[in-house]
């Protein structure tokens, strides 16, 4: 059975928040690390941040992963609702 016409918008929209706080996050960090990166001898890349900083963005990257499970918890619900196809 195809997916309802309510369940496909809520799966987009929830999916269209998910892409908007990746984008936040990318942006927040991007601000956070600005001129901060360098490549180590063996290719590596490390960041040069202050403590406060990493905990910011830690605590940013830990709630989109909360956020993000809980999204893809309630899209595989949805889903499972629905049926098979």
């Known amino acids: 059975m195809p997916i309802s016409k309510e369940n496909l918008e809520t ?6 928040a ?6 936040a996050i990318n942006q927040i960090a991007s601000n956070l690390v600005t001129g901060k990166f ?3 001898p ?6 040069d941040i202050d403590e406060a900083a990493s905990k910011q963005l830690e605590t940013i990257i830990r709630g989109y ?4 499970r809980a999204i893809i918890l309630t899209i595989d619900t949805i ?6 196809p």
């Open 11 to 16: 799966i987009t929209n929830l999916l269209t």
């Open 18 to 23: 998910l892409q908007q706080r990746n984008d």
């Open 38 to 40: 360098w490549r180590s």
């Open 42 to 47: 063996d290719g590596k890349i490390a960041i």
């Open 65 to 68: 992963v909360s956020e993000a």
């Open 79 to 84: 889903m499972a609702d629905e049926g098979p």
